[in-house]
């Protein structure tokens, strides 16, 4: 395994081969949202994700069977044993919820910028791409209006957020939610969405950007496609392993919590 300048891959070469074939008109890139340009704030759980924060604004007995959700169906999909009417089925139970027990989105909206900041580097990937005209994608299995509120606050400007869109009422209360937005772990693929073909077409090749296993997919692909991963905490996993299985499907590892590495890569498509 080596080591440069905080990226880690198992072969330099075959990374830097990959980007000989990148420059900055033919490329774009695809973030993951949730953990990936997140980071919890102080010492709160790493699991503060745009679902998390709404489904503090439920009451106890909410609460309760919001976790019983989480319990049931985040070990599958860890396990990567999710299927689509799995991942469908949950997120029906949790948005049901929000519903029920009238989630306000402009009271959301204070608790999501005290509980998360955005990682470091993220926004010197934004400049570097606004700078050279690089397409910045979200592909996320998270909350879109969320997102928005997040990118408004850190004043960031993706060229296209993919994920779940709520329905709300004149006073910001969730009433329903788009039945054809729904962005799963599963379906969280550039191919999948017509939205992209402009892009996909002018700029095939992808710096893909993530913090699971399954966020590897998000684009199709292996030559025209760097693929890193996000690693903050193994805690008490095998590294070894972990890492191993993260190289079958991935180029690079970051595990220092910062991207600002990334924004050295792009620097490099770019002489």
Same mark, same amino acid.
């Given at each position: ?137 979200? $592909?996320?299995?998270? =909350?879109? !209006? ?5 990118? #408004?606050?850190?004043? %960031?400007?993706?060229? +296209? &957020? ?46 893909? $950007?993530?913090?699971? =296993?399954? !966020? ?5 692909? #292996?030559?025209?496609? %760097?693929?890193?991963? +996000? &690693? ?40």
């Amino acid at each position: 395994m080596n080591y440069f300048d905080d990226l880690i891959t198992l072969d330099p070469n075959a990374v830097l081969l990959k980007l000989t074939n990148f420059n900055l008109s033919n490329s774009h890139i695809v973030f993951d949202f949730d953990r990936t340009m997140t980071i919890a704030k102080n010492n709160l759980s790493d699991d503060i994700t745009t679902w998390n924060i709404l489904s503090q604004h439920l009451p106890p007995k909410a609460k309760d069977q919001y976790l019983k959700y989480y319990q049931k169906y985040r070990p599958i999909e860890l396990d990567q044993k999710m299927t689509d009417y799995l991942a469908i089925e949950w997120m029906t139970l949790v948005l049901k919820l929000f519903i029920k027990y009238k989630i306000n989105l402009k009271e959301v909206e204070k608790d999501l910028i005290n509980k998360t900041n955005i990682r470091p580097g993220v926004l010197e990937i934004f400049e570097f791409c606004h700078e050279n005209s690089i397409p910045i994608v979200i $592909i996320s299995a998270g =909350i879109l !209006d969320i997102i928005n509120i997040w990118c #408004d606050k850190y004043d %960031v400007n993706p060229s +296209l &957020i993919i994920s779940t869109s709520l329905i709300t009422d004149k006073y910001g209360t969730i009433i329903d939610w788009n039945k054809n937005s729904i962005i799963h772990s599963l379906n969280k693929s550039e191919a999948e969405h017509e939205e992209l073909d402009s892009i996909r077409s002018k700029r095939p090749n992808v710096i893909l $950007i993530g913090d699971s =296993i399954d !966020d590897a997919n998000m684009a199709s692909g #292996d030559d025209n496609v %760097v693929r890193l991963r +996000l &690693i903050d905490d193994i805690g008490t996993q095998d590294k070894k392993a972990e890492y191993s299985k993260t190289f079958k499907k991935f180029d690079i590892v970051i595990d220092s919590g910062s991207l600002l590495p990334v924004v050295k890569l792009l620097e490099s498509i770019n002489r």
